[in-house]
T-cell receptor, first 113, second 112 residues
Framework: GAGVSQSPRYKVAKRGQDVALRCDPISGHVSLFWYQQALGQGPEFLTYFQNEAQLDKSGLPSDRFFAERPEGSVSTLKIQRTQQEDSAVYLC???????????FGPGTRLTVL | SQQGEEDPQALSIQEGENATMNCSYKTSINNLQWYRQNSGRGLVHLILIRSNEREKHSGRLRVTLDTSKKSSSLLITASRAADTASYFCATDGNSGYSTLTFGKGTMLLVSP
């Protein structure tokens, strides 16, 4: 079946612009995670949803970052007033339940100029 | 912050050789997982080892876990050029859900 998909795959934004990154999890997966991966680093946790509930947003680096999953399926990560340090690959992962294996999407590479 | 530390940071071998990567972590875990990431692609789950397991095999992969030393190793036997990728270990904490904490990864280059 289809895996986790993310769009866009690449996004170039001018500093100060708002961006929205989309994640389509595997159908039926309850848990959804967002991670940020800087160049040459491993992914770092941003936020976690169980269905539509955002249970953990402790990894969001600032209040410019906002994530939602209103119907418990598709999720959007929004970054307001982007800064150069926001440049990274944003990965989405879903799992059947909270403690199951996470399946990752291909990521969105965000470049802020 | 990243919990895991993989070593070496980079590893270059010839096809057919074995590759061993190590991972150390800091806090108690339920599971430890290894992922592979090819250039420009997402993370692919390779293997999960639970905290009460010491060794696990999957095809050409062998993972060990030593919870007393808070370390794990990934062995890839009879490597192939297609194994060229970055390899990450990831641990989950003791929360009720599996937020993964990744290391910085080992970049493996397998030359034909």
């Amino acid at each position: 079946g289809a895996g986790v998909s993310q769009s866009p795959r690449y996004k170039v934004a001018k500093r100060g612009q708002d961006v929205a990154l989309r994640c389509d999890p595997i159908s039926g997966h309850v848990s959804l995670f967002w991670y940020q991966q800087a160049l040459g680093q491993g992914p770092e946790f941003l936020t976690y949803f169980q269905n539509e509930a955002q249970l953990d947003k402790s990894g969001l680096p600032s209040d410019r970052f906002f994530a939602e999953r209103p119907e418990g399926s598709v999720s959007t990560l929004k970054i307001q007033r982007t800064q150069q340090e926001d440049s990274a690959v944003y990965l989405c992962a879903s799992s059947l339940d909270s403690a199951d294996t996470q399946y990752f999407g291909p990521g969105t590479r965000l470049t802020v100029l | 912050s990243q919990q895991g530390e993989e070593d070496p940071q980079a590893l270059s071998i010839q096809e057919g050789e074995n590759a061993t990567m190590n991972c150390s972590y800091k806090t108690s875990i339920n599971n430890l997982q290894w992922y592979r990431q090819n250039s420009g692609r997402g993370l692919v789950h390779l293997i999960l080892i639970r905290s009460n397991e010491r060794e696990k095999h999957s095809g050409r992969l062998r993972v060990t876990l030593d919870t007393s030393k808070k370390s794990s190793s990934l062995l890839i036997t009879a490597s192939r050029a297609a194994d060229t990728a970055s390899y990450f270990c990831a641990t989950d904490g003791n929360s009720g859900y599996s937020t993964l904490t990744f290391g910085k990864g080992t970049m493996l280059l397998v030359s034909p």
